[in-house]
């Protein structure tokens, strides 16, 4: 197993630098110039050149994008040119934010999709099967700003339960931190709920008509222990490594969820740096995305090969 | 299960004891704000949210009153010299800066040095004029000018103005935006980038007696639906600039106050008059075309269309509302057949156009309303919706024909007309060069008469509504939602949050 997971790690050098190429040669064919951007109504000619030297923004594009390179190698990411903060210093703030969000987010979808999925299966085309393919469809249509807001405006501003935006730390004030994540991880988990429903569903109904459990039936084991200890132990296969590869479809999500609850995460901080014209801050933080999605994939082979012992035989 | 109990209840225990345990006497201040604030280095920043949070924590040289006059601030009274070339300042003496430095005529001459020589100060357009500054006595200051530059005095009222502890500022160079030390009724507590920005009472604050807050958190809460829900579930006191859908909204609840006033800044439509080779076109060349186009508009149901009413139809740099205005260039009515009249002497029946705008809801709003106004005058308008900073860079390189934008306003007028229109103007993306328009701009800024400037400035302001570089339309109001609890708060002209005496009682 360790070499298994030392190949793969080493595979996925390539991959990031050719992210990282991507990354910063997309960024440099936007439009717009960071400098102008940053001097604001200043327009002294001095100080843009002087910014501009400062950021390295008149060396071609190739040196400055060995030098970007060569910083992250020695762990320097480069500094905002928003906020003068580095960037390693501003991901190690929001990072965990972002995580905290995601891990709430994918404790709704769980918690909703996977009893919805075994439901709908086992009572397949019944009313309860209609009923969570309704609310399955609901969760996949509903844009989260739509929901986001509409959540506020009843939440927040008509019950007064939960506060309508912002984060607290959960080192600082964990019950205010839970209850400033609650709804924008409601709003981002009903999206994935609605995935893992489905899954659960189609990789139940595959099981619950397999041989062994007409033998589990026949030998007169209760409903409860076919369904739960015989069925959905081998439908979990799938759907705990399809979660794995949804963390990243959380990251995407939480760009407009962070928007809409004013969230201080990861997704809040690329939208205003792309606004900005702030690359250090972009390239850094697609780059630790990328990373972070690589990371997720090789866990989701893992968790595969450790819930599935025939795929063991070939490492 | 019995640990787990008791687990489980020591755990709430502790939970209840921490939420309740803070002090709930203490007055705080939680203010929604639109946009996050840059680098909170007065040098350095560039945001107007930035300015925002100075007003609290960086006490300037001289301020603005509601009435946009200069009034006495750190400064206690200034004089200038006959030939409008030395400005003294007399200085306000027993103030402390955030870390007790004392405040003297030599802070003074070392911000305003900082300011004019850091590398990365973004404040060395506005002190241009300024030849060197000396202190000449504990608490007075000299400012010698190159040239006679009245404008100073605006500049300083504003972040150029604003004098910070020249014992933190030596010491943290660059880098004083992480840890500002001023001299302003709060001081600096902690950032944390795109959440809050916290400041608390500064005990030894000069005017300490008139500050009734003891705490303030500035939330920047981008999206103006979410501001006003935070504002009502109670999670803030104050909105900025709330949008002018929703001041009917707030006007009709009983638990929120409602506040605005018209700014100083404009909305415009810039015409590429010289700006590279897009300039070449006749709408660029002939100024008919262009009074033609300002003709076809309606300003009055621009404002109750877009804004609710709540912005001020305009006409020129400066609001009506301002002392600068120029009563004999009324805001003209629409008048759809004299600008047919004038495209047919310019020898066009209709003319096509493309004009870029920033894509928000409210510009395209207002762009789309444009387009079918002008289109009754044989303009067929093509709206191109741009990305603000591509915009900002499209508009200064020359890549446009027909661009809106804004400017934030000056108190000073010199700041809403010289650097736009001046043929060596800083922002002069139409690239209008006139020298009679840059003496009469140049002789304003010299002088200290207010009558001798508005007469030049009317003057000016004539030419320009018949050469049209730009076509002004409106003036944009600084908008509030308030909590009820708040008291002692009145909107400032220059959108500023002015937060002496004002009190909280949650």
Known sequence: ?315 | MNRLTTLTTLTTALLTVAVIGFPATSAELRIGMQDDADVLDPAQSRTFVGRIVYTAMCDKLVDISQEMKIVPQLATAWNWSADGKTLTMKLREGVKFHDGTPFNAQAVVATIERNMTLPESRRKSELASVENVEASGEYEVKFTLKSPDVTLLAQLSDRAGMIVSPKAAAELGANFGNHPVCAGPFKFVERIQQDRIVLEKFQDYWNKDQVFLDKITYLPIPDTTVRLANLRAGDLDMAERISASDAASVKSDPDLAYADVIGPGYMALYVNIDNGPLADNPFGKDKRLRQAFSLSIDREAISQIVFEGTAMAGNQPFPPSSPWFNKALPVPARDVEKAKALMKEAGHETYEIELQHANNTTQTQMMQVIQSMAAEAGFNVKLKATEFATLLSEQTAGNYVFSRSDWSGRIDPDGNIHQFITCKGGINDVKYCNPEVDKLLNDARASTDDAVRKEKYDAAGLILNDDMPIVYLGHQPYAYAIDKSVSGFAPSPDGMIRLVGVKNED
């Open chain 1, 1 to 315: 197993m360790p070499v298994y997971i030392a190949k793969r790690l080493l595979v996925a050098i390539p991959t990031l630098l050719i992210i990282s190429i991507f990354v910063f040669s997309l960024q440099k064919l936007l439009p717009g110039d960071p400098i102008l951007a940053m001097a604001g109504e200043e327009r002294d000619p001095a100080t843009l050149a002087f910014l501009r030297e400062k950021y390295r923004l008149n060396d071609p594009v190739i040196m400055q994008y060995f030098h970007w390179l060569g910083g992250i190698l020695t762990g320097d990411f480069g500094i905002s040119l928003r906020t003068n903060q580095p960037v390693l210093e501003l991901i190690g703030q929001k990072l965990p934010v972002t995580i905290q969000l995601a891990m709430m987010a994918m404790f709704f979808a769980l918690a909703i999709g996977i009893p919805m999925g075994i439901l709908a299966a086992v009572w397949k085309n019944t009313a309860i099967d209609y009923f969570a393919n309704f609310v399955a469809l609901c969760g996949l249509s509903l844009p989260n700003f739509w929901l986001g807001i509409m959540l506020i405006l009843l939440v927040s501003v008509n019950l007064g339960w939960l506060p309508a935006s912002g984060y607290e730390s959960i080192f600082v004030d964990p019950v205010r931190s839970i209850k400033t994540t609650l709804m924008p991880a409601f709003v981002l988990g009903t999206g994935l709920a609605a995935q893992i429903m489905r899954h659960t569903r189609s990789s139940m109904l595959g099981v619950l008509s397999a041989d062994y459990i007409r033998t589990a039936r026949a030998k007169g084991l209760s409903p409860w222990t076919i369904v739960m200890s015989h069925s959905f132990r081998n439908a979990l296969l799938p759907i705990v490594t399809m979660s794995a590869l949804l963390f990243g479809e959380l990251l995407a999500g939480a760009v407009l969820t962070e928007q809409i609850f004013t969230i201080p995460g990861f997704g809040k901080l690329i939208v205003d740096a792309v606004f900005n014209r702030d690359y250090a801050v972009v390239q850094g933080v697609v780059l630790c995305t990328a990373i972070g999605f690589i990371l997720m994939n090789l866990v989701a082979d893992i968790l595969y090969v450790l819930l599935n012992p025939r795929l063991r035989v070939n490492l």
